[in-house]
């Protein structure tokens, strides 16, 4: 059974940093792509980094490029995003999340079916 376990998350100010790390449990062996989304209040949940774990090639979603990156360490099956230069419009849940294969990989809600129970980033301006 395929277990991801978010942390990291917190209250910081504008400009600040916070790196969040995912911990993925019987997904090792089985897995080519994990991605990180967030849902903020009201809104739809929206992908923000995608990482190949067999190449590790990435993919950002626009509003984040240059201040975000994802990377893995395969070795503590975790998958992290390092969030710099936070802004206010950043807040919201975030969630870490896998699948087994998929052609691209992508952060597409319904491309992903393991997710995590997410953890809570606020920024204050």
């Known amino acids: 059974q395929v277990q991801l376990q978010e942390s990291g998350g917190g209250s910081v100010q504008a400009g600040e940093t916070l790196r969040l790390s995912c911990v993925a449990s019987g997904y090792a062996d089985s897995g080519n792509c994990m991605a990180w989304f967030r849902q903020a209040p009201g809104k739809e949940r929206e992908g923000v980094a995608s990482?190949?774990?067999?190449?590790?090639?990435?993919y950002y979603t626009d509003s984040v490029k240059g201040r975000f990156t994802i990377s893995q360490d395969s070795a503590k099956n975790t998958v992290y995003l390092q969030m710099n230069n936070l802004i206010p419009e950043d807040t919201a849940m975030y969630y870490c999340?896998?699948?087994?294969?998929?052609?691209?990989?992508?952060?597409?809600?319904?491309?992903?079916?393991?997710w995590g129970q997410g953890t809570q980033v606020t920024v204050s301006s």
């Open positions: 999340a896998a699948v087994s294969t998929v052609p691209r990989c992508v952060p597409l809600v319904p491309d992903f079916n393991y």
């Open positions: 990482i190949d774990l067999s190449g590790s090639s990435t």
